[in-house]
């Protein structure tokens, strides 16, 4: 027998195979599902580590946790039971009184969660366009700024932002940067090696990839006080990721790559197809070479682009409305990332009030034959129009 060879399998592999399990006892390549909500002490009455009560976390998700820090080159991972919860606990731990810099437009519910902390005078927060770099540096104030927010691609316009360059503004000025790349998971986007200090991923969306579990997944480069203080949070107020739901996302992760390569493909597709189709006014999308956010899009992708676009249609608020309900391959669904295609009339899910264009339709494309999603959008928008 000669000893192991010293080559590592790439990424690719070692996700696919969830870093080559193999449970000691059994020789199970799948992980068991660690249940209990509660361990018992050992013979000295002592507490077993590193868990003694569910909320601590548990061995199940501590192994989808360790699948998620290998995309992300991440020191460590914590999951938590949605993306709010994750976004929630990050506001939470910040001094009161802290400063915060966040996009104009962005996922609605963590707007609404920072505006809530705002209002309620635990924070202040200043805004900045989406994707545009001069009013964040103009946002930020020197020596008081303690977090600034990017999302990027921007949900639901799809703006992109640079960002090793927000994160120099947030850096000079003594602030953490904080990513969320929901829309380009780590496999397309590693925020942390770009300079964010905190990637932040909506795990609901494209790491499970099926739509049956809701989770979220902070990241760090470097742990710190502030990471124990957001573990705390966690903890405290008992959000972290069921082990049910978590043994489902390890599952969903070993067909990530495979499944985030052909919603590219078919996003391309379904893009390059209606890009000046003559009942679409715009395709937002930055695979197309004429989108704003091209180039740096492409820099940050690996120039695969993601999955998620939205188009807006020619006519009227109505018209928009009639392409999602006429559809019959789209799911008119809310959410994105999952094996599915799903179309969404934004301002109705958003409400009065959030500035979102009113003919515009988020499409979340999904693994399916792309034909069919590009004939069932014809046929949708012939018979809305007709
Ligand atoms: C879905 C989403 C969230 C919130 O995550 P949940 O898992 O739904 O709680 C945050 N940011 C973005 C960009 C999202 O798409």
Not at 148 to 158: G, L, Q, S
Not at 334 to 356: A, D, N
């Amino acid at each position: 027998m000669t000893d192991k060879s010293n080559r590592t399998p790439s990424l690719v592999t070692r996700v696919t195979q969830a870093l080559h399990f193999v449970e000691a006892e059994t020789g199970a390549v799948i992980p068991s599902i660690q249940p209990t909500a509660t361990y018992a002490r050992d013979e000295s009455y002592e507490v077993r580590k590193p868990y003694w009560y569910r909320r601590d976390g548990s061995q199940t998700t501590a192994q989808a946790e360790a699948v998620i820090s290998e995309m992300e080159g991440a020191a460590e991972s914590l999951l938590f039971a949605s993306g709010m919860s994750a976004c929630t606990a990050v506001i939470e731990h910040l001094p009161t009184g802290s400063h915060v810099v966040v996009p104009k437009v962005m996922y609605h519910g963590v707007l609404a969660q920072i505006q809530g902390y705002a209002a309620k005078g635990r924070i202040n927060v200043s805004y900045y366009t989406a994707g545009n770099l001069e009013e964040l540096a103009a946002a930020v104030e020197p020596g008081q700024t303690t977090l600034v927010w990017v999302e990027t691609p921007n949900n639901p316009n799809w703006e992109v932002t640079d960002i090793a360059a927000a994160a120099e503004i947030a850096h000079a000025a003594g602030a953490k940067l904080l990513t969320d790349c929901t829309g380009t998971p780590p496999n397309l986007t590693r925020a942390l090696d770009f300079g964010a200090d905190i990637s932040f991923h909506s795990a609901t969306k494209y790491l499970n990839g099926h739509s049956d579990v809701t989770a979220g997944v902070l990241s760090v480069r470097e742990t710190g006080q502030f990471w124990e203080d957001i573990y705390m949070v966690r903890k405290l107020q008992g959000t972290v990721l069921h082990s049910f739901d978590a043994w489902l996302l390890i599952r969903g992760m070993r067909t990530l790559f495979l499944r985030v390569e052909r919603s590219c493909q078919n996003a391309m597709a379904v893009a390059k197809h209606f890009d000046g189709h003559p009942q679409i006014e715009a395709v937002l999308y930055p695979g197309l070479p004429s989108d704003p956010g091209h180039a740096v899009a492409k820099a940050q992708t690996g120039g695969q682009f993601g999955g998620m676009m939205s188009i807006i249609v020619k006519g009227t608020e109505q018209t928009a409305i009639d392409v999602t309900r006429f559809c019959e391959v789209f799911y008119p669904a809310t959410s994105l990332g999952g094996v599915e295609s799903l179309i969404e009339h934004r301002k109705t899910v958003s409400g009065e009030g959030f500035p979102v264009h009113p003919r515009l339709l988020r499409l979340s494309i999904g693994i399916e034959d792309v034909n069919d999603l590009i004939y069932d959008l014809e046929q949708a928008l012939s018979r809305a129009t007709s």
